[in-house]
């Protein structure tokens, strides 16, 4: 079994900042990747950035240059760092693992984030 324990989420006001951290705990083994995607109100859900087992980003168009996502692999934890929040933004932010040896991926209960204009 495997859990996503996700924090970091609150309100801010547009222009400021968060950072999401999202650590996994359980029995994983050989992590394809790990990251975040978002759900707006009445939106799918959408990717945002994720970070593969080697370490390498992939960072959706919307948010290039404003977030960031890292990794401490040791703790099985990835950060995203958010700046120049817009409103926007405003959204749950769940955190995924996949791994190479499950069918399906593993989904956090989400955390809301809400950018005020």
């Known amino acids: 079994q495997v859990q996503l324990e996700e924090s970091g989420g609150g309100l801010v006001q547009a222009g400021g900042s968060l950072r999401l951290s999202c650590a996994a705990s359980?029995?994983?083994?050989?992590?394809?990747?790990m990251g975040w995607y978002r759900q707006a109100p009445g939106k799918q859900r959408e990717l945002v950035a994720t970070?593969?087992?080697?370490?390498?980003?992939n960072v959706a168009d919307s948010v290039k240059g404003r977030f960031t996502i890292s990794r401490d692999a040791a703790k099985i934890t990835v950060y995203l760092q958010m700046n120049s929040l817009e409103p926007e933004d405003t959204a749950v932010y769940y955190c995924?693992?996949?791994?190479?040896?499950?069918?399906?991926?593993?989904w956090g209960k989400g955390t809301l984030v809400t950018v005020s204009s």
């Open positions: 970070i593969t087992g080697g370490g390498r980003p």
């Open positions: 995924r693992l996949t791994t190479w040896a499950a069918n399906m991926p593993y």
């Open positions: 359980g029995s994983i083994f050989k992590i394809n990747d």
